[in-house]
């Protein structure tokens, strides 16, 4: 979007010059400057002898001082000015670009540096970088807005079944435990207030079990009392009791070392996305975990045997908010994640979190 307050570009001056001296401007700068020095002193050697000459031929016995002062000072007058010429119009991409790092800095985020007719080679590829980088921060700002407008998504509809489950189960549980309780202090045959007492007892339990059925969806319990393997074969775990695919864990390298709580929580997420993919995605029959741990960071793999897809086209489709959120928890402690996949070879994701960052030490075992 475009401010009312930017200043409308200049008219380009090199739009009025013949198609020869543009291609000439499209040549590197130093050579611009080069050439057209030399071709001042070519001309201003030639031009000056002629006119000595003839100056000589005319007036035999008069002094050339004075000639050669003035034609000195033309020629520096005429240096400079072909030299501010050449620098104004191969410089003219350069303002460009300054005048468009203008305009996004005062928020135009669509403004693009114009491509000019005479940039050289390496003003062009400095011009398509900026605007590459441009391009690409927007696209990151749009993923951003996605990921953010899916997050505030999934925590309302998040907050909204544990509201209906507490309602539905957990609230309706202890209302039949206060019935109970009231039935209890008015019977007076023994059995019968044990089988109501041991019936409270197992609603009791219903209830504690919900309540943490809850809790371990909200943050797995595993992750803060055990560590990240632990958390991770406990999530395996659950996963197989409701997926037919088969799941693999390898992480007898990591298995006894605690990290960072923010490094683990960030391997568990991307982990859990992962899976998540490959269970809604993939169509696969294998998966494999595999967590390493090194003498400077994490590295994580999850791999599988599904169909695959082409990682370049859902990125650009605006697919892949999952893929995307854990590129954007690893960026977020200085790591990266890779996804690699074709359609029919399967999937590979690959996570590196670094260990050793200021703010980011391994945590006490």
């Given at each position: 979007m475009t401010s009312d307050l930017d200043p409308p570009l200049a008219p380009e001056p090199h739009t009025r010059l013949p198609r020869v001296v543009r291609v000439l401007l499209r040549i590197p700068l130093f050579y611009k400057i080069l050439i057209a020095n030399a071709v001042l002193v070519l001309v201003g050697t030639i031009f000056g002898s002629m006119v000595t000459a003839r100056y000589v031929r005319a007036n035999p016995a008069a002094s050339t001082q004075e000639l050669v002062s003035s034609m000195a000072v033309a020629g520096i007058c005429a240096t400079v000015l072909v030299n501010a010429l050449i620098l104004k119009l191969a410089l003219e991409p350069l303002d460009a670009l300054e005048r468009t790092a203008a305009r996004v800095q005062r928020g135009s985020l669509d403004a693009r540096v114009p491509r000019s007719a005479v940039a050289d080679r390496e003003l062009d590829r400095l011009t398509h970088t900026f605007n590459s980088m441009l391009d690409a921060a927007e696209t990151s700002r749009e993923r951003l807005?996605?990921?953010?407008s899916r997050a505030l998504t999934a925590a309302e509809e998040e907050r909204k079944r544990i509201a209906r489950e507490l309602h539905d189960e957990t609230a309706q549980l202890l209302a039949a435990l206060l019935i109970r309780i009231r039935v209890v202090r008015n019977a007076g045959d023994p059995d019968a207030v044990a089988t109501l007492l041991e019936d409270m007892r197992r609603e009791i339990g219903q209830a504690l079990e919900g309540v943490r059925r809850f809790a371990r969806g909200l943050r797995p319990p595993a992750l803060d009392e055990l560590g990240l393997v632990p958390a991770i074969e406990s999530h395996l775990r659950t996963l197989r009791e409701i997926s037919p695919v088969h799941i693999t864990l390898d992480a007898e390298q990591a298995r006894d070392e605690r990290l960072a709580p923010e490094a683990e929580l960030a391997v568990y997420r991307i982990v859990q996305e992962?899976?998540?993919?490959?269970?809604?995605?993939?169509?696969?029959?294998?998966?494999?975990?595999?967590?390493?741990?090194?003498?400077?960071?994490?590295?994580?793999?999850?791999?599988?045997?599904?169909?695959?897809?082409?990682?370049a086209e859902t990125m650009a489709a605006g697919g892949g908010l999952g893929l995307f959120g854990m590129t954007e928890r690893a960026a977020y402690l200085g790591g990266r994640v890779e996804v690699r996949s074709?359609?029919?070879?399967?999937?590979?994701?690959r996570a590196e979190i670094p260990l050793a960052q200021d703010g980011l030490p391994p945590a006490p075992g």
């Open positions: 807005r996605e990921v953010a992962a899976l998540s993919n490959i269970l809604r995605h993939s169509s696969a029959s294998h998966a494999a975990v595999t967590v390493r741990r090194e003498p400077d960071r994490m590295v994580v793999t999850v791999d599988d045997d599904g169909r695959g897809f082409s990682v074709e359609p029919g070879t399967g999937t590979r994701v």
